[in-house]
C-alpha cells in the first residue's frame, strides 16, 4: 500500500454560529495540524468539537477565520477525504464490497483498480471473508470496521472521525483503538478524530486539544509523549495517568466534573 | 408458505358455510348467489370474462405505471425544491382528501369514452399514494449518510441516484402496494361511468338485468385479479431490496 503524502490544515481565529440569532458553537479556534499528525480533539458533548471537524471537512461554513487543507482554503469537501461519523453510515443496500467502493463511485474512479487496496483493508480489520455480507448481518464493532475501510480505501490525505467509536461497547471500543492505532501506524494519514473519551483521547493522540463547554474555546493542547505502538496497558502508566489527571483538572475547573453534588 | 395454506383454507371453509346457508335458509338466487352458482356462471363463458378482465387489467396498470413514472417524478422534484415543497406538495396533499371518484365523470368528457378517461382515472386515484410514500422514502436518509455523500464530493445528481433513490425503495414499494389497489379501483369506476367493455362494464349491465350470479362471477375475477396485482408487487420487492430489514430472511447469510 502506498501513500500519498498526508495534509496540513490550518484552523484560524475560526468561529462558528448557526444563524444571526443562534447557537454560538466555536467562540474562536486556532489549531496548525502537521502532516502525518495524529490530533485527538476532547471536550463535553456540545461544545463544538464536531462543528470544527465539520468546518475542517467543509460541510460547514466558518461565521469567520479560515480553515485551510494544503494551504487551500477549505469551500466544500476537499478531494481525498476520509470521513466516519459515529453511526457507520454505511449503505444497506450495498453489501460490504461495494460500500467500501462508493468513493470511488462517486468520483467516477476505476473500481478494478482500488480492489487490491479494498482486500488489503479488509483483511487487515479482519474482514476478510465478510465482503458479501450485508450490513444488516454484521456487529456494531464490524461494521464500524467497514465505514473505517471505506474512509480509507480511496487512500485519502486526511482522514476526519467524529465519536467513530462513541456507540459500542467498551471491550470493543478498545480493540478499535488498537487496530486504529495499527492502521495509522502504516500509512501516518492525518488524522483529526473528536472524541469525549479522555482515556482514548490520550491513547490515538499525538496531541490531544481540550475545548471548553459552548460557546467552544481551545482550552489546552497537549503533546502526549507516548512511544508507539502504544499498548492498551499503557492507560495504566503514571505518565498516561499524569495527562488523564491534568485533562480532568481542566474538566474540573470548568465546572464539568464535580466531586460533591 | 403455511400462512398462504391457512388462507386457503379459511377462503374454502367460508365458500362452503355460504353455500350451505344459502341452501339452508332458502335465499334466493337474485339476492344471494350460491357460491356454486358462481362458480357455474363463470365456466360457462370463461374466455368472455377473461376477455374483459384483460381489458380492466390494461386500465389498471396503464395507470397505475403512468402513477409511478409521474409521481417519483413529482417526489423527486418537492424533495429537491424547498419552493415546490411548500407549493406542490402541500396543494397534492390537500387534494389527496378530495373524493376523486367524484370528478371520474369529468375525464369522459374531457377524454371521451375510449381507454384515456378509464386510465386517467386509475392514475389519478393511484398516484397521490406514490408521491406521498415516494417523498416520504427520498427523505428518510440519514443526515450522517448525506453528509458522507458530501464529503466524497457527491453532486446532487449523483446522490439523488446511489443515496436517495436505493433508501426511498422500500417506502416506494409500501406506495405501491397500495396504489396498486387503488388503480384497481378507478379502472372499475372509469368503467361504470362509460364503457362497452371491462369487468365494471360486466357488473353494471349484468346489475341492470338483475343477474346477480353475473355481477359476483365479475367480483370475483377482480378479487383474483387485486391479490394477484399486490403479489406481483410484493414479488418485485422481494427481488428489488432484498437487503431491507422487511426482507431480511431472504439474505444468504454466508
Redesign the interface.
Known sequence: MKARPAASIEVSRLRKQFGAQGVLAIEEASLSIAPGEFVSVLGPSGCGKSTLL?CI???EVPSSGSVTVNGAPVD??P?R?G?V???D?L????NVADNLM??I???HGDRAAAQSRAAALLALTGLKGFE?A????LSGGMRQRVAICRALVDDPVLL?MDEPFGALDALTRDQMNVELQKMWLAEHKTVVFVTHSISEAIFLGDRVVVFTPRPGRIADVIQVELPRPRRLAVRGSERFNGYASHIRTLFEGMGLLKEEA | MRGNLTAAGVLVALFLLWEAAVRAFHVKPIVLPPPSAIFVEFFSAPVWYLRHAWYTLLMTVGGFALAVVVGVALAVLIVESRLLEKSIYALIVGLNSVPKVAVAPLFVIWLGTDAEPKIAIAFLIAVFAIVIDAVLGLKSV?P??L????????GRL?TLW??RF??A?PSLFAGMKVAIGLALVGAIVGEFVSSQRGLGYVILSAQGMFDTARVFAAILVLAVMGVALFWLIALLERLA?P???SQ?EH????
Open positions: 465539520r471537512a467543509g460541510l466544500g469537501p478531494e477525504l470521513m461519523f459515529q453511526r453510515a449503505l444497506d443496500w450495498r462508493l468513493p463511485d462517486f468520483r458479501n450485508y450490513p444488516a448481518q476526519l | 440519514p450522517d449518510i453528509d458522507l455523500a458530501r464529503s466524497m464530493r457527491g449523483a446511489r443515496i436505493p433508501c425503495l431490496i437487503w431491507h430489514a431480511k439474505v444468504s447469510t454466508h
